[in-house]
C-alpha cells in the first residue's frame, strides 16, 4: 500500500489566517468547519484555489497571458503537492434561456451527433421516407423504370412561391434553354414573358427530351449532370404519356412532393445555431406577443381621458394629431369611449394604416385633403421592444406583451425540418421532453430497434449518452426533462448537475473545492450530495469541502476546525482529524457536534397578528395551482425537497407581486390565479 500524500500550505496569512501550516490528505474527503467568518475560505478558496488558478495561467504563454490579466499571488510562503483546481458552487448555472439540462451534460450535444449521423428523414408534406441518389443510381432507375418510354427531364428552379419572374426567364433563356414548364403546363420561352405576380407558382426547366433505351445512355448520363447543376441537386422526370412526374436528388427529398431537405449535420438539430433554429422565435420556443387587454383595460374610457394606456391622456402631439385624423375619417371623437369606435377605425388605431380623404367643409364651402399615415400602436410597441437600444425602453414595451408559445414550432425550438428526422420513430424533440428515467428506458431498449448501419454509426455515440444518463440518475435528477430550462433549476439541482458532469468526465488526480456545497438541500437530497462527493473521491481524486453540516463531517475521512472565533479573533486551526478524534476535543464546534452544546427550541411562539395572505392557482414551473395562506406576524417556514417549487412559490410568485404592489416592481410573477390579503 502506498504512502499517503499531502497538499502541504506554510504560511498561509490570507485575510485574518494568522501564518498557519496545514497538511490537508490528497485523495480524500476533507471538511474545512468552523464558525462563519473564521477564515474557512480563506484557506480553501484564496490560498489555496488561487495558488491553484495562479499555477494554471503560469503555463501559458506569455503571448497569452496579456490578453488574460495576471492573477496575483496569495498571501503564503508555499504550496507543495497541489493538483489541478476546480471549484463546484451553487447557483452557478447560466440564467440563458439557450441553456438547458441537456446542453449543461452534454446529453444533447451527443443526441444532435446521433440525429446527424443515424437517424432516418421523413418529408414534413407527406410523411414518406426521404431518399437519396448518386448520379449512377439515378441514371440505372431511370433506365429500369422508364425503359423504352418517351420522357422529359426538368429541373426544377421555383416551387409554389410568388412573382413576375420576368428576369428568370431571360436568365434561362440566356442558358441556351428554350422551353419550361409553368405549373404543370409546358411553355416556350418567350421574349418579355411573365406571371401574375400575386399567384403562387411551380417553375421546372425543360432540360431534354427523349426515348429511354441503350443507345440514349449517354446522351441522359449528361442530361442528369445538367439537370442536377441547373435544379439545385433535384431533378424531375415526366413519363410524356400520362405526365406523372417523379423526383430525384443528391441530397435526402420527398419522393412524392419533390421537397428536399440539406445534408443533415449536428448544427441542423441545435437550437442555438441559425441552421436548426425556428426562424420565428429564434430557438426560444416562446414569442412574445402584444396582449390587446393589457393595451387597452377598459374599453368605457375615452381615447381623450387615458383609454389607451401606451398613449396616455391627450396632449399636444404629432400622434394625437393623427388620432384626430382617423377621428374625423370615421366620424367618432376621441372624447368617445372606445368600446363605441367603429372597428376599422379601431384597427387603424392599433395596427396603423395609410389613407389619403377629403372633407367638405359646410361653413367654408371648401374641400380639404388629409392623408393618414399612422404606424399603429401596436406595430410602435412592437418595433421599440425589437429595435430600441434603451433597457427602461424594452422593458416598457415588454409590460404590454405576454409570453406566448411559439406557433411555428410549438414550443420545441428547431425548424420543422429537424423535428422530421426520427430514430425509432421519435423526434430529437420528443426525446427532449421525457423525463431521465423515460430517457434512460428507451436508450435501454434502442439497440434492438436499430438496423446493423445505424448500430455501427451509433455504438460510441449511444455509450456516451447512458453513461451521462446514469450519471444523473445517480445524483436522484431521474424527474428532469432534458429541455428544462438551467435558469428555472433550483440551486440543489445545479449542484448535484455540476457534480454528475464532474463525475461524467472521469478525471484523476483533481483537486475539487465545494463551498458550503449543502446550504439549502434537504436531508434527502443532502446524502445524494454526499454520494457524488464520495465517488469523486474514489475514482482518484480530492475533495476539500468548506461545511457546517453534521453529516458532510460525518462522512469526512479528515476534518480540520479553524477558529477559535470569528474575525481577528479566528483564523488558527484549533482542532484536526477524524470526526471521532475532534468530536472529543474542547471546541465550540466539538461541542455541538458531541451534544454537549445545542441549539434550543423555543417554548413559545408567536401568535401572529391575525391576518394572512392566500394565493391561489399558482402554477409556475412545477407547481400544479397550489394554494396556500401564509399567517402574518410570524416567522414562516417554506420546506421540502430540492426542485419541489419552494422558490418558484416564494421567490417567483409571491415576492414579485408584493414587491410590485408596494415598491412598483417591475418583474413580472410566474403564473397564479388570485392573491388575497
Same mark, same amino acid.
Given at each position: 500500500?502506498?504512502?499517503?500524500?499531502? #497538499?502541504?500550505?506554510?504560511?498561509?496569512?490570507?485575510?485574518?489566517?494568522?501564518?498557519?501550516?496545514?497538511?490537508?490528505?490528497?485523495?480524500?474527503?476533507?471538511?474545512?468547519?468552523?464558525?462563519?467568518?473564521?477564515?474557512?475560505?480563506?484557506?480553501?478558496?484564496?490560498? #489555496?484555489?488561487?495558488?491553484?488558478?495562479?499555477?494554471?495561467?503560469?503555463?501559458?504563454?506569455?503571448?497569452?497571458?496579456?490578453?488574460?490579466?495576471? &492573477?496575483?499571488?496569495?498571501?503564503?510562503?508555499?504550496?507543495?503537492?497541489?493538483?489541478?483546481?476546480?471549484?463546484?458552487?451553487?447557483?452557478?448555472?447560466? $440564467?440563458?434561456? /439557450?441553456?438547458?439540462?441537456?446542453?449543461?451534460?452534454?446529453?444533447?450535444?451527443?443526441?444532435?451527433?446521433?440525429?446527424? /449521423?443515424?437517424?432516418?428523414?421523413?418529408?414534413?408534406?407527406?410523411?414518406?421516407?426521404?431518399?437519396?441518389?448518386?448520379?449512377?443510381?439515378?441514371?440505372?432507375?431511370?433506365?429500369?423504370?422508364?425503359?423504352?418510354?418517351?420522357?422529359?427531364?426538368?429541373?426544377?428552379?421555383?416551387?409554389?412561391?410568388? =412573382?413576375?419572374?420576368?428576369?428568370?426567364?431571360?436568365?434561362?433563356?440566356?442558358?441556351?434553354?428554350?422551353?419550361?414548364?409553368?405549373?404543370?403546363?409546358?411553355?416556350?420561352?418567350?421574349?418579355?414573358?411573365?406571371?401574375?405576380?400575386?399567384?403562387?407558382?411551380?417553375?421546372?426547366?425543360?432540360?431534354?427530351?427523349?426515348?429511354?433505351?441503350?443507345?440514349?445512355?449517354?446522351?441522359?448520363?449528361?442530361?442528369?449532370?445538367?439537370?442536377?447543376?441547373?435544379?439545385?441537386?433535384?431533378?424531375?422526370?415526366?413519363?410524356?404519356?400520362?405526365?406523372?412526374?417523379?423526383?430525384?436528388?443528391?441530397?435526402?427529398?420527398?419522393?412524392?412532393?419533390?421537397?428536399?431537405?440539406?445534408?443533415?449535420?449536428?448544427?441542423?438539430?441545435?437550437?442555438?445555431?441559425?441552421?436548426?433554429?425556428?426562424?420565428?422565435?429564434?430557438?426560444?420556443?416562446?414569442?412574445?406577443?402584444?396582449?390587446?387587454?393589457?393595451?387597452?383595460?377598459?374599453?368605457?374610457?375615452?381615447?381623450?381621458?387615458?383609454?389607451?394606456?401606451?398613449?396616455?391622456?391627450? $396632449?399636444?402631439?404629432?400622434?394625437?394629431?393623427?388620432?384626430?385624423?382617423?377621428?374625423?375619417?370615421?366620424?367618432?371623437?376621441?372624447?368617445?369611449?372606445? $368600446?363605441?369606435?367603429?372597428?376599422?377605425?379601431?384597427?387603424?388605431?392599433?395596427?396603423?394604416?395609410?389613407?389619403?380623404?377629403?372633407?367638405?367643409?359646410?361653413?367654408?364651402?371648401?374641400?380639404?385633403?388629409?392623408?393618414?399615415?399612422?404606424?399603429?400602436?401596436?406595430?410602435?410597441?412592437?418595433?421599440?421592444?425589437?429595435?430600441?437600444?434603451?433597457?427602461?425602453?424594452?422593458?416598457?414595451?415588454?409590460?404590454?406583451?405576454?409570453?406566448?408559445?411559439?406557433?411555428?414550432?410549438?414550443?420545441?425550438?428547431?425548424?420543422?425540418?429537424?423535428?422530421?428526422?426520427?430514430?425509432?420513430?421519435?423526434?430529437?424533440?420528443?426525446?427532449?421532453?421525457?423525463?431521465?428515467?423515460?430517457?434512460?428506458?428507451?436508450?435501454?431498449?434502442?439497440?434492438?430497434?436499430?438496423?446493423?448501419?445505424?448500430?455501427?454509426?451509433?455504438?460510441? #455515440? &449511444? *455509450?456516451?449518452?447512458?453513461?451521462?444518463?446514469?450519471?444523473?440518475?445517480?445524483?436522484?435528477?431521474?424527474?428532469?426533462?432534458?429541455?428544462?430550462?438551467?435558469?428555472?433549476?433550483?440551486?440543489?439541482?445545479?449542484?448535484?448537475?455540476?457534480?454528475?458532469?464532474?463525475?461524467?468526465?472521469?478525471?484523476?488526480?483533481?483537486?475539487?473545492?465545494?463551498?458550503?456545497?449543502?446550504?439549502?438541500?434537504?436531508?434527502?437530497?443532502?446524502?445524494?450530495?454526499?454520494?457524488?462527493?464520495?465517488?469523486?473521491?474514489? #475514482?482518484?481524486?480530492?475533495?476539500?469541502?468548506?461545511?457546517?453540516?453534521?453529516?458532510?463531517?460525518?462522512?469526512?475521512?479528515?476534518?480540520?476546525?479553524?477558529?477559535?472565533?470569528?474575525?481577528?479573533? =479566528?483564523?488558527?486551526?484549533?482542532?484536526?482529524?477524524?470526526?471521532?478524534?475532534?468530536?472529543?476535543?474542547?471546541?465550540?464546534?466539538?461541542?455541538?457536534? =458531541?451534544?454537549?452544546?445545542?441549539?434550543?427550541?423555543?417554548?413559545?411562539?408567536?401568535?401572529?397578528?391575525?391576518?394572512?395572505?392566500?394565493?391561489?392557482?399558482?402554477?409556475?414551473?412545477?407547481?400544479?395551482?397550489?394554494?396556500?395562506?401564509?399567517?402574518?406576524?410570524?416567522?414562516?417556514?417554506?420546506?421540502?425537497?430540492?426542485?419541489?417549487? *419552494?422558490?418558484?412559490?416564494?421567490?417567483?410568485?409571491?415576492?414579485?407581486?408584493?414587491?410590485?404592489?408596494?415598491?412598483?416592481?417591475?418583474?413580472?410573477?410566474?403564473?397564479?390565479?388570485?392573491?388575497?390579503?
Amino acid at each position: 500500500m502506498k504512502d499517503q500524500e499531502y #497538499i502541504e500550505v506554510y504560511g498561509a496569512r490570507a485575510h485574518n489566517l494568522k501564518n498557519i501550516n496545514v497538511k490537508i490528505p490528497r485523495e480524500k474527503l476533507v471538511v474545512i468547519t468552523g464558525l462563519s467568518g473564521s477564515g474557512k475560505s480563506s484557506l480553501a478558496f484564496d490560498t #489555496i484555489y488561487a495558488e491553484g488558478q495562479r499555477r494554471y495561467i503560469e503555463t501559458f504563454s506569455a503571448y497569452a497571458r496579456q490578453f488574460l490579466g495576471g &492573477l496575483e499571488r496569495p498571501d503564503v510562503d508555499k504550496i507543495d503537492g497541489l493538483s489541478p483546481v476546480i471549484s463546484i458552487e451553487q447557483k452557478t448555472t447560466n $440564467k440563458s434561456p /439557450r441553456s438547458t439540462v441537456g446542453t449543461i451534460t452534454e446529453i444533447y450535444d451527443f443526441l444532435r451527433l446521433l440525429f446527424s /449521423r443515424a437517424a432516418d428523414a421523413y418529408s414534413y408534406n407527406t410523411g414518406e421516407k426521404m431518399v437519396s441518389y448518386s448520379d449512377e443510381q439515378i441514371k440505372n432507375l431511370i433506365l429500369n423504370d422508364f425503359k423504352d418510354k418517351r420522357i422529359a427531364v426538368l429541373a426544377p428552379v421555383v416551387k409554389s412561391r410568388k =412573382g413576375h419572374y420576368r428576369e428568370l426567364f431571360e436568365q434561362i433563356s440566356k442558358q441556351g434553354f428554350v422551353k419550361v414548364r409553368v405549373d404543370g403546363e409546358i411553355k416556350e420561352i418567350e421574349k418579355g414573358m411573365r406571371l401574375d405576380r400575386y399567384k403562387t407558382h411551380d417553375i421546372e426547366v425543360v432540360i431534354d427530351r427523349l426515348i429511354v433505351n441503350s443507345s440514349s445512355e449517354k446522351r441522359l448520363v449528361e442530361t442528369i449532370k445538367t439537370a442536377l447543376y441547373t435544379g439545385n441537386n433535384i431533378l424531375m422526370v415526366i413519363d410524356v404519356d400520362n405526365e406523372k412526374p417523379r423526383y430525384f436528388s443528391k441530397e435526402l427529398m420527398c419522393p412524392i412532393s419533390g421537397i428536399a431537405y440539406p445534408s443533415p449535420e449536428p448544427n441542423t438539430f441545435s437550437f442555438n445555431s441559425p441552421k436548426g433554429a425556428c426562424s420565428k422565435c429564434n430557438g426560444l420556443g416562446i414569442t412574445n406577443e402584444i396582449n390587446f387587454n393589457k393595451v387597452i383595460p377598459d374599453n368605457s374610457i375615452s381615447i381623450k381621458n387615458g383609454g389607451i394606456i401606451p398613449l396616455g391622456e391627450e $396632449k399636444n402631439s404629432w400622434i394625437f394629431k393623427q388620432l384626430h385624423l382617423i377621428a374625423d375619417r370615421y366620424g367618432f371623437k376621441l372624447s368617445d369611449a372606445i $368600446k363605441s369606435i367603429p372597428e376599422e377605425a379601431l384597427t387603424i388605431i392599433l395596427n396603423g394604416g395609410n389613407e389619403k380623404f377629403s372633407i367638405a367643409s359646410k361653413t367654408m364651402g371648401v374641400t380639404r385633403k388629409y392623408e393618414i399615415d399612422f404606424e399603429g400602436i401596436t406595430s410602435f410597441i412592437e418595433n421599440q421592444y425589437k429595435s430600441s437600444e434603451s433597457r427602461s425602453i424594452k422593458r416598457w414595451a415588454k409590460g404590454f406583451m405576454d409570453e406566448v408559445t411559439c406557433s411555428t414550432c410549438e414550443g420545441k425550438r428547431l425548424k420543422k425540418e429537424s423535428l422530421h428526422f426520427k430514430i425509432n420513430e421519435k423526434s430529437i424533440s420528443d426525446l427532449a421532453k421525457l423525463d431521465i428515467n423515460e430517457l434512460a428506458e428507451w436508450f435501454y431498449n434502442l439497440n434492438a430497434k436499430l438496423s446493423e448501419r445505424q448500430l455501427t454509426i451509433a455504438s460510441e #455515440i &449511444l *455509450k456516451e449518452i447512458k453513461t451521462r444518463i446514469q450519471f444523473l440518475l445517480d445524483v436522484g435528477l431521474d424527474y428532469l426533462t432534458i429541455d428544462r430550462t438551467s435558469k428555472s433549476l433550483s440551486g440543489g439541482e445545479a449542484q448535484r448537475i455540476r457534480l454528475a458532469t464532474q463525475i461524467g468526465s472521469q478525471l484523476v488526480g483533481v483537486l475539487y473545492i465545494l463551498d458550503e456545497p449543502s446550504i439549502g438541500l434537504h436531508q434527502r437530497d443532502n446524502q445524494k450530495l454526499i454520494d457524488s462527493l464520495v465517488k469523486l473521491r474514489d #475514482i482518484g481524486n480530492s475533495v476539500l469541502v468548506v461545511e457546517h453540516d453534521k453529516d458532510m463531517i460525518e462522512h469526512a475521512d479528515f476534518v480540520f476546525d479553524i477558529g477559535p472565533g470569528a474575525g481577528v479573533h =479566528g483564523g488558527e486551526i484549533v482542532s484536526e482529524g477524524t470526526y471521532q478524534e475532534i468530536k472529543e476535543h474542547s471546541t465550540l464546534t466539538a461541542d455541538y457536534l =458531541g451534544g454537549r452544546r445545542e441549539i434550543e427550541v423555543p417554548k413559545n411562539r408567536r401568535k401572529g397578528n391575525g391576518k394572512s395572505i392566500k394565493i391561489t392557482g399558482a402554477s409556475g414551473n412545477n407547481l400544479k395551482s397550489v394554494t396556500a395562506e401564509f399567517p402574518l406576524g410570524k416567522m414562516i417556514c417554506v420546506t421540502g425537497v430540492s426542485g419541489s417549487g *419552494k422558490s418558484t412559490l416564494i421567490n417567483e410568485t409571491l415576492y414579485p407581486i408584493l414587491n410590485k404592489h408596494i415598491y412598483r416592481g417591475v418583474k413580472e410573477p410566474m403564473p397564479y390565479k388570485k392573491l388575497q390579503v
